[in-house]
């Protein structure tokens, strides 16, 4: 259960001037990086994941979950202004966004989307609270071969996250795990896969590959139509929302608030999904369903609402049981790693003071975007305006210095540029990025708690279907395996009926 005093703790950790001005920091650069289309929440974590070196925990944190969520708002900014969404987590709100815009509405559209944002973004967190620590408490009873399962259930996400080709996302997978391997053994202590290079001893650096595959690689793409990223005539137009029509969304706001916490819950789901889901839901039971694609601020209100809360939802599985299920949390799964610690159950044992420093420092996160969104939309846009030929060398040069301050040397900077090229390619391609991510985090640790747990069981492999905790999570894996493939079965079946 949530304990109200360690909260308060975490709220007092957040207020602290440091931890207060780099979050609101967070939230400005999220909202840049959200609302420059082709520049999205993974891509402006990972790039700034390197100022985090030398910061305590809970500043690290802040700082990059107001990046998170910054940027998740950010993208409404672009989809009202220009009718290009900025994340795709905001491709629902163009369809009603822009047509406001058009209205000469454009400061009531985006009004009501930091409102709604804001509200969807807080009541997640709200359930983040209460569910985390439950979860945790029934994961501390892990043991190596739960820890196992739970790494294989991770691992089976990848069928989520996979896109349109199940057998591409399978290969990004096994790629990611080959990388895992590289290293020292953690068990015996020989190299393997190093090739005689002692930049590779400590296996293949976790930061240069994320900057090269999110970052780089998103730059490459851009740079092939660089005017279609421009917002030169973009304007601010009409007031805020009136009293009495934020009162007409306040069903929609709550409704989606709570579907996109649970949806954001859901490994592989994310705050794109979510939106999606909310529009439709704000649609279906909307009392004006035919003003939907026609400027209506429910249509703003859903899916903006509805995005926001799925960041507090993914972020309860990576704090309660260490499992990623976004882009984004993979990513700052990396800086849990950077700060020497590890998501999971025992996280809210070893480091409590940290989880409620993080919980307050989403409250804050979210509290910074509104207050940055009422007042600084203009400011944004302007900064926006900034030509793209401008604006991909600064983040090709903030790229080199995060891979350099790695370990400062040239290594990880040949690293990042191999990985850019490389995720430039697998864009390309249609190949998914995040299951690489995904699998070089958990390779490891499901290699590592599989050899333990069968020099416990002293070889046997009955130890995983002896332990019921083992046996369910292998169960679940079983089922989130075959989902998608269950799932495109309905669908065409449902197809065939209909025609």
């Not at 107001?66 to 994340?87: D, E, F, R, W």
């Not at 046997?460 to 989902?483: A, K, M, Y």
Request: glycine share 12%.
């Amino acid at each position: 259960m949530m304990d109200f005093g360690l909260l308060l703790e975490g709220i007092q950790q957040i207020l602290q001037p440091n931890n207060f001005l780099i979050t609101f920091f967070g939230a400005a650069m999220g909202i840049l990086f959200g609302a420059l289309p082709g520049i999205n929440a993974s891509m402006g974590v990972a790039l700034l994941l390197p100022l985090t070196y030398g910061m305590t925990p809970v500043t690290a944190l802040s700082m990059l979950l107001g990046i998170y969520c910054g940027a998740i708002y950010g993208g409404s900014i672009t989809a009202v202004l220009i009718n290009t969404p900025g994340t795709t987590a905001a491709a629902c709100t163009t369809f009603d966004g822009h047509q406001l815009a058009q209205q000469g509405k454009a400061g009531k559209a985006l009004g009501m989307a930091t409102i709604a944002s804001y509200i969807g973004g807080t009541l997640s967190v709200i359930i983040l609270i209460v569910l985390a620590p439950v979860l945790a408490k029934v994961a501390l009873r892990f043991g190596p071969p739960e820890y196992f399962a739970l790494a294989v259930f991770g691992l089976s996400i990848i069928t989520s996250l996979a896109g349109d080709s199940l057998i591409k996302g399978i290969i990004a997978g096994v790629f990611g795990l080959m990388l895992g391997t590289v290293g020292i053994d953690m068990m015996n202590g020989t190299p393997r896969y190093t090739f005689g290079q002692v930049n590779l001893l400590d296996g293949v650096s976790f930061i240069p590959v994320l900057i090269g595959l999110f970052a780089v690689s998103q730059v490459l793409i851009n740079a092939e139509s660089p005017n279609s990223l421009s917002m030169k005539d973009a304007k601010i137009l009409g007031l805020l929302p009136s009293l009495s029509e934020l009162r007409s969304v306040v069903g929609t706001i709550l409704r989606s608030s709570v579907i996109g916490s649970f949806v954001g819950i859901l490994p592989g789901a994310g705050a794109t999904i979510s939106s999606f889901i909310c529009y439709n839901e704000a649609k279906r039971w909307s009392k004006k369903p035919e003003e939907f694609g026609n400027g209506s601020l429910e249509g703003i209100a859903a899916p903006e609402a509805g995005n926001n809360a799925a960041t507090g939802g993914a972020m309860v599985p990576l704090l309660s049981l260490g499992i990623p299920g976004s882009e984004t949390t993979a990513v700052l799964l990396g800086a849990f790693m950077i700060q020497g610690i590890s998501p999971g159950p025992l996280l809210f044992k070893d480091h409590i003071d940290v989880v409620y420093g993080i919980f307050a420092g989403l409250l804050l996160a979210n509290l910074a975007f509104l207050v940055l969104g009422l007042f600084g939309v203009k400011i944004f846009v302007k900064v926006l305006q900034i030509p793209y030929r401008i604006l991909m060398p600064l983040i090709i040069s903030l790229a080199f210095v995060g891979s350099y301050s790695v370990k400062n040397n040239l290594f990880n900077v040949g690293v990042m540029l191999l990985f850019g090229v490389l995720g430039y390619f697998m864009r390309k391609l249609k190949f998914p990025i995040a299951p690489v991510v995904l699998a070089l985090v958990l390779g490891p640790m499901a290699e590592a708690s599989l050899r333990r747990a069968l020099i416990m069981s002293g070889g046997s492999w009955s130890i995983f279907v002896e332990r019921p905790i083992t046996l369910i999570l292998l169960g679940i894996t079983l089922i989130s395996l075959f989902f998608p493939i269950i799932r495109d079965m309905i669908s065409k079946k449902k197809v065939e009926t209909t025609v």
